[in-house]
């Protein structure tokens, strides 16, 4: 164990030596093309110097900030049939989508935005086309707000300011035309929607006169089928109280006939015979049972009269029920057709309503200026003062960086590329031999010296 620490300890200060004697290496190389990299460091400051002050041309930035009214996360699609039926999907039409801020951003740098900027301003068409002019626009959206940051660069500062001032007012207008655009196309749409809405409900109240007044219309059945009831009604009456009377001959002629079956016909009188001057006993006929069975007559010839009248009357209600299911089944037929003919005229004349009110409401929209509704500008621009481009510190602070680095990987390149042996710790590296003397290197003094024997 003692051997093994012991060798393990030359080990590390051999790693250490070469560590150090690396380094060293490092800081030699440094050292020796120190001139190199300092030179090189230079060039590069100078050179950054030179453009950031007198070759590359100020870049002035001016600022506007644009003011979103109605935007929402995610585009909202116009034409989805809402809940709320026919009003709904025709106020869907008439009504202007509801954009994200992402939609006005890209609007803001549209080609024909750019182009109605260019015209406006008089612009050089050579030099400003929309794709240069955007490549000087920055626009941004402030987070978590519904402001738009625009900002124009340019080499000129009242040009930069009037592009910014003039892209905000022609962005309001722009948003103005094409809302009135779409305003103007839902205006006619519904205007020739109100007129086919307005042919289909006059041949709609035609077809319904045409019914109505057919020979059996709605109206004259429900006349008859009033009537019919109401006789019907009657009859049932009567029949009822032909039932009723009915009822009591049969109970009238029930009695009777119990009555008449328990009084005797024929009954003993006692009369004094004339001749004889005696009282005799005879067989007479029973009063009581002639007068039973005369009522017991007229209730059975009540009975016939009454059953007939029953049954005369059962015949009539029993017509006219049969009359009022077939005059029933009319009416009900012919009046779904006309509910059917009434509920279309309804219908269409609830359409040409909401699309009379919506063509109102769209052509008062229209007439409103959307562009200012929808975007306001917050701050115009003004001209800047100070450019903002070059950065001239942070672009020699950048020189200086690089070229303290490129000049240092230069140093270690031509280092690198140097093969020569040029000090004694270079045999020992390299050679791996030792030195044995040092021939100091000849100067005109050394050489004069040694002629003269000095």
Request: glycine content about 4%; hydrophobic content about 40%; proline content about 4%.
């Amino acid at each position: 164990m003692r051997g093994e620490t012991a060798m393990a300890e030359p080990n590390q200060n051999a790693e250490f030596a070469e560590e150090v004697i690396d380094l060293r290496q490092y800081l030699q190389v440094l050292g020796k093309w120190r001139k190199i990299i300092a030179l090189g460091t230079l060039l590069c400051v100078l050179t950054s110097a030179i453009l950031s002050f007198f070759v590359l041309p100020p870049v002035y930035e001016a600022q506007t900030l644009l003011l979103v009214v109605q935007a929402t996360d995610k585009q909202q699609q116009v034409y989805q049939i809402p809940q709320d039926g026919l009003e709904g999907v025709v106020g869907s039409i008439s009504r202007l989508p509801i954009l994200t801020m992402n939609t006005y951003l890209g609007q803001l740098k549209s080609e024909v935005l750019l182009q109605r900027v260019i015209d406006r301003l008089k612009l050089d068409p050579n030099l400003y086309t929309p794709r240069t002019l955007s490549d000087m626009i920055k626009a941004t959206v402030v987070k978590d707000s519904n402001l738009i940051d625009v900002r124009v660069q340019n080499s000129d500062p009242v040009l930069a300011a009037r592009i910014a001032n003039t892209l905000s007012r022609e962005y309001l207008q722009l948003i103005s035309e094409k809302n009135a655009e779409q305003m103007a196309r839902s205006v006619s749409f519904l205007k020739q929607q109100r007129e086919a809405t307005e042919k289909d409900l006059q041949k709609a109240v035609d077809a319904l006169k045409k019914f109505q007044a057919q020979p059996r219309g709605v109206a004259v059945l429900e006349q008859e089928f009033k009537k019919k009831s109401e006789d019907l009604a009657g009859y049932e009456s009567q029949l009822k109280m032909a039932g009723v009377e009915l009822d009591q001959l049969s109970a009238g002629v029930a009695c009777l006939e119990r009555e008449l079956a328990s009084t005797p016909k024929m009954v003993s009188v006692e009369k004094l015979d004339p001749d004889t001057g005696r009282i005799v006993k005879t067989q007479d006929v029973n009063p009581v049972y002639v007068s039973i069975s005369q009522q017991l007559s007229e209730k059975k010839a009540d009975l016939a009269e009454k059953q007939a009248q029953v049954q005369g009357l059962q015949g009539v209600v029993d017509s006219l029920r049969t009359e009022l299911d077939k005059l029933q089944a009319e009416l009900t037929g012919k009046k779904v057709q006309q509910d059917k003919l009434q509920g279309e005229v309804d219908r269409l004349k609830q359409t040409v309503e909401t699309l009379a009110q919506k063509t109102t409401e769209t052509q008062i929209a229209r007439s409103i200026d959307l562009g200012d509704t929808s975007v306001i500008v917050v701050s115009e621009a003004s001209v800047p003062s100070h450019p903002v481009k070059p950065k001239k510190k942070l672009n020699i602070a950048v020189a200086f960086v690089l070229g303290l680095l490129a000049s240092t990987a230069l140093a270690f390149v031509l280092e690198h590329l140097d093969y020569t042996i040029k000090t004694p710790e270079d045999v020992a590296r390299y050679l791996e031999l030792p030195v044995v003397g040092v021939i100091p290197q000849g100067t005109a003094q050394t050489v004069k010296r040694s002629s003269y024997g000095g």
